[in-house]
């Protein structure tokens, strides 16, 4: 069951009792998750649904900005829930200027990295990099000692990428290469520590996985850069939003994927973490550093219709706060690719006997497996921009023979645990 979180994201899950009834909160962005459930016997709160499992309960998740209020049992209504915080999006007068908003930048951006790393021996950062851990990377190492970890297929763009940064940045890096056997071994893990067994999910979750897993005989907290590229403009499919349908459409997505970050993101990630007792902290959804995204034009993210990179300011501070151009100006891959795990994860499927044929024998889809569309790809990029982002059918049903031997898909809740059970290829 979890408590509080640490001074270092002051607005992450927290309760409070007087002994008679509990307030819960979840924090704003929803860095940290919650879930909460309710039986004859009483109510029971944890970050992971797990520990409501093991009570024979399921758990709903408590949405970011919400109070939770558990009276005492016996009363009619034990949960009552109440949202009292949201995003601060201005709307109003922005920041345009080049210069101002690189200011207003660096300082909130460094005081986030500054309050979540000064009290520490050490730090590690999950490491692709990229602009955005690279730069975490360089200003927390003005703080505090830094370790750099990454995880990849043998050979995989995002591993030569992370030593190639690590070495000209002067950063102690630890790599993990996987080959098909590692993969394969580590899924029910996996699938298991984030709860879930999409596809898109699990694809982008074993590198992190693998990454942190090395993390853990060293540090007790990690930083990464999630929540620039919704912040910034990062995605690839902003720009296509941005010829399509204009630039206010454009900044109406980016908030989006804001407000769904703790969805796709976040909690797959703190989970992860949690898995191997390590603490998450996440400087970019700083509530400062958010304010002040917001508040910087978007002609200085995405600058027009041409602007194949996106993140523009954030890449200039970057280089201004000494991370090498070549980085920062580096174009973005989409982390399962670069890690090179959609494809092993689409062969492994194979090798175990999932193909096209079974598919089509069983009238499965993965579309009708998987009803939330997770991941601002899956969600609409696909709509603008090309990419592979489709769920393979018969790699998702191999995941989903996984998810139910591991208690992930539950046999009495989805009317696909027939199918997956008929499938009878793995174990």
Same mark, same amino acid.
């Given at each position: 069951?979890?408590?509080?979180?640490?001074?270092?994201?002051?607005?992450?899950?927290?309760?409070?009792? *007087?002994?008679?009834?509990?307030?819960?909160?979840?924090?704003?962005?929803?860095?940290?998750?919650l879930?909460? $459930?309710?039986?004859?016997?009483?109510? =029971?709160?944890?970050?992971?649904?797990?520990?409501?499992?093991?009570?024979g309960?399921?758990?709903?998740?408590?949405?970011?900005?919400?109070?939770?209020?558990?009276?005492?049992?016996?009363? !009619?209504?034990?949960?009552?829930?109440?949202?009292?915080?949201?995003l601060?999006? %201005?709307?109003?007068?922005?920041?345009?200027?080049?210069?101002? +908003?690189?200011?207003?930048?660096?300082?909130?951006?460094?005081?986030?990295?500054?309050? %979540?790393?000064?009290?520490?021996?050490?730090a590690g950062?999950?490491?692709?990099g990229?602009?955005?851990?690279?730069l975490?990377?360089?200003?927390?190492?003005?703080?505090?000692?830094?370790?750099?970890?990454? =995880?990849? @297929?043998?050979?995989?763009? $995002?591993?030569?990428?992370?030593?190639?940064?690590?070495?000209?940045?002067?950063?102690?890096?630890?790599?993990?290469?996987?080959?098909l056997?590692? @993969? !394969?071994?580590?899924?029910?893990?996996?699938?298991? =520590?984030?709860? $879930?067994?999409?596809?898109?999910? @699990?694809?982008? =979750?074993?590198?992190?996985?693998?990454?942190?897993?090395?993390?853990?005989?060293?540090?007790?907290?990690?930083?990464?850069?999630?929540?620039? $590229?919704?912040?910034?403009?990062?995605?690839?499919?902003?720009?296509?939003?941005?010829?399509?349908?204009g /630039?206010?459409?454009?900044?109406?997505?980016?908030?989006?994927?804001?407000?769904?970050?703790?969805? !796709?993101?976040?909690e797959?990630?703190?989970?992860?973490?949690?898995?191997?007792?390590?603490?998450?902290?996440?400087?970019?959804? *700083?509530?400062?550093?958010?304010?002040?995204?917001?508040?910087?034009?978007?002609?200085l993210?995405?600058?027009?219709? #041409? *602007?194949?990179?996106?993140?523009?300011?954030?890449?200039?501070?970057?280089?201004?706060?000494?991370?090498?151009?070549?980085?920062?100006?580096?174009?973005?891959? +989409?982390?399962?690719h670069?890690?090179g795990?959609h494809?092993?994860?689409?062969?492994?499927? /194979?090798?175990?006997?999932?193909?096209?044929?079974? @598919? #089509?024998?069983?009238?499965?889809?993965?579309?009708?497996?998987?009803?939330? /569309?997770?991941?601002?790809?899956?969600?609409?990029?696909?709509?603008?921009?090309?990419?592979?982002?489709?769920?393979?059918?018969?790699?998702?049903?191999?995941? *989903?023979?996984?998810?139910?031997?591991t208690?992930?898909?539950?046999?009495?809740?989805?009317?696909?645990?027939?199918?997956v059970?008929?499938?009878?290829?793995?174990?």
């Open positions: 069951m979890e408590t509080t979180g640490s001074s270092a994201e002051p607005t992450a899950r927290s309760f409070v009792t *007087d002994g008679e009834e509990v307030i819960l909160a979840r924090d704003a962005v929803g860095v940290k998750q879930y909460i $459930d309710e039986s004859e016997e009483g109510v =029971a709160f944890a970050s992971e649904k797990k520990a409501l499992w093991k009570i309960m399921e758990g709903r998740r408590i949405p970011p900005g919400c109070i939770v209020k558990l009276g005492r049992p016996g009363r !009619e209504s034990k949960i009552k829930i109440k949202k009292v915080l949201g601060k999006v %201005r709307r109003g007068r922005r920041i345009e200027n080049e210069e101002r +908003a690189l200011k207003a930048y660096q300082k909130s951006l460094v005081e986030a990295v500054k309050k %979540r790393t000064e009290e520490l021996d050490r950062i999950i490491f692709s990229g602009v955005d851990s690279v975490v990377a360089k200003l927390a190492s003005n703080f505090t000692e830094v370790k750099c970890y990454t =995880a990849g @297929v043998e050979g995989s763009s $995002d591993v030569e990428y992370a030593r190639a940064a690590a070495e000209r940045m002067g950063f102690e890096l630890e790599v993990r290469e996987l080959n056997r590692d @993969v !394969e071994k580590c899924l029910p893990e996996v699938i298991r =520590a984030i709860e $879930d067994r999409s596809f898109n999910q @699990v694809e982008v =979750a074993i590198p992190v996985y693998a990454s942190v897993e090395l993390a853990s005989r060293d540090v007790k907290v990690m930083l990464t850069g999630q929540g620039a $590229d919704e912040l910034f403009g990062g995605y690839p499919w902003y720009r296509s939003i941005l010829e399509k349908l /630039r206010h459409e454009m900044e109406n997505y980016m908030v989006k994927d804001l407000e769904m970050l703790y969805r !796709e993101t976040l797959r990630e703190d989970k992860i973490t949690m898995a191997h007792s390590i603490e998450l902290r996440v400087p970019y959804l *700083d509530p400062g550093v958010i304010d002040t995204a917001f508040r910087i034009d978007s002609r993210k995405v600058r027009d219709e #041409r *602007d194949e990179l996106g993140k523009y300011i954030h890449r200039l501070l970057a280089c201004r706060l000494g991370v090498e151009r070549s980085i920062a100006f580096r174009p973005k891959e +989409a982390a399962q670069g890690s795990m494809d092993v994860l689409v062969e492994i499927a /194979r090798k175990n006997g999932f193909d096209e044929e079974l @598919v #089509r024998e069983l009238n499965y889809s993965a579309e009708k497996s998987i009803e939330e /569309r997770l991941g601002s790809s899956v969600r609409y990029g696909y709509l603008f921009s090309k990419g592979g982002w489709r769920i393979p059918d018969f790699a998702q049903l191999y995941l *989903d023979c996984i998810a139910l031997e208690g992930v898909l539950k046999e009495e809740l989805s009317e696909v645990a027939e199918i059970e008929s499938a009878g290829v793995v174990g």
